[in-house]
């Protein structure tokens, strides 16, 4: 997959503390979680309807690691791209909250908290942030909390 290198339309200095952002939804089939279970996560419940019944889920549902990706998907797509996004240097937290299975509708919001400049990067923000996810019933089914490293626009102007 190629990726069209574009200027970044929001950076470090465009992002603020107590921004939310809705970041989209989708749906995952079954087949999906199945697929993505089959090579990352292969646990009966994620593989077997018929498994899953006998589990302390009921169904079939998807990897914690699944929803994790998905997120990242929808992070990227509708926001990352438009940023000067570096990557990220890791979570504080992780917690699945609930269970996801096939057809559920989830939703993505992010909310930064946090943000300052790079003590030995000065050119480099980071960027502190909540990520919720919750189901079509607004059950929330994931929340991370991590920080995003963003190009300042501005080094030499940032205080």
Request: glycine share 8%.
């Amino acid at each position: 997959m190629s990726v069209q290198k574009k200027e970044p339309r929001l950076y470090w200095e465009d992002l603020s503390v107590g921004e939310t952002r809705d970041l989209g939804s989708l749906s995952p089939t079954a087949e999906e979680i199945v697929a993505f279970a089959s090579q990352w996560d292969p646990q009966p419940f994620h593989l077997d309807p018929e498994a899953a019944k006998d589990s302390v889920f009921g169904a079939l549902c998807a990897s914690g690691w699944h929803t994790c990706a998905m997120a990242m998907r929808l992070m990227v797509t509708n926001f990352l791209h438009d940023t000067s996004s570096l990557g990220s240097p890791g979570l504080e937290s992780l917690k699945w909250l609930k269970p996801v299975f096939p057809g559920d509708t989830l939703t993505l919001t992010h909310t930064i908290t946090e943000k300052r400049v790079m003590g030995k990067r000065p050119d480099v923000g980071l960027v502190r942030t909540i990520w919720e996810m919750v189901n079509q019933h607004g059950e929330p089914v994931l929340r991370m909390e991590g920080y995003g490293m963003f190009r300042l626009k501005n080094p030499a102007q940032t205080p």
